[in-house]
């Protein structure tokens, strides 16, 4: 899937096949860091609760520790400030992904697993789209079972949790991306469940709190 894509904002994979029984994939190499290594130095540098380590990175994240240092710090910053630097940054973030995924959607791809871990920030400050491991191509048939539930669970859309067959659609990489702002804006998990059950059911039945009651200082429409 992620071999057809051709998108500036979207990690180029440049062969897959096997050798000697091995398959492969070779992509192209960001050197940078995912936003979810970045969203975990900014609660640190913010005092805030962790909560969990960030994800391993990726191959195309390793070698990249020093980037994190480099950028964390001014970011917290200016979101220290309450200016509107900070917010401006994260929505033109989200405007790189939104066109990555709307190019992708166009043909026929739907990602599937949209969240911090798999989305990068190179040195120069752009974003990247990458894993397309459990996408879904127009035209398949699907190779998921039913009732299987697809993506990292605390950014799955409510029909992904509820296993709806046939109704995931790229409304749902839409909803991950949004939870992924709100994450980055808040610095707070759109749902805070600890244990699956939980977390399955706020995500299924309850709102997600506003992005303005967790910080007043967001632009009213950029909440909306």
């Not at 380590?53 to 001014?74: D, E, I, K, M, Y």
């Not at 605390?154 to 939870?179: C, I, K, M, N």
């Amino acid at each position: 899937a992620a071999a057809n894509l051709r998108h500036k904002s979207i990690v180029s994979v440049h062969a897959v096949g096997a050798d000697r029984g091995v398959h492969y994939y070779a992509m192209e190499f960001i050197e940078g860091q995912s936003l979810a290594t970045l969203i975990a130095e900014l609660r640190s540098l913010a005092g805030e609760d962790p909560r969990s380590s960030p994800a391993a990175p990726s191959p195309a994240q390793r070698g990249c520790a020093s980037v994190t240092r480099l950028t964390a710090a001014p970011i917290s910053q200016q979101r220290a400030s309450g200016g509107r630097a900070y917010y401006d940054w994260v929505a033109g973030l989200g405007r790189q992904a939104a066109l990555a995924l709307e190019h992708a959607h166009q043909m026929g791809v739907v990602h599937r697993d949209i969240k911090p871990a798999n989305l990068l920030l190179d040195a120069q400050g752009q974003l990247w789209v990458t894993d397309f491991g459990l996408a879904q191509v127009s035209g398949d048939a699907g190779i998921t079972m039913t009732g299987e539930i697809l993506g990292t669970l605390r950014y799955a859309s409510p029909e992904q949790v509820q296993a709806r067959r046939g109704v995931v659609d790229h409304r749902s990489d839409v909803y991950s991306l949004g939870a992924t702002l709100y994450e980055l804006l808040t610095l707070r998990r759109i749902f805070e469940g600890c244990d699956r059950n939980g977390l399955l059911r706020q995500i299924a039945e309850e709102e997600p709190r506003s992005p303005r009651s967790c910080e007043p200082a967001i632009p009213p429409e950029l909440e909306t």
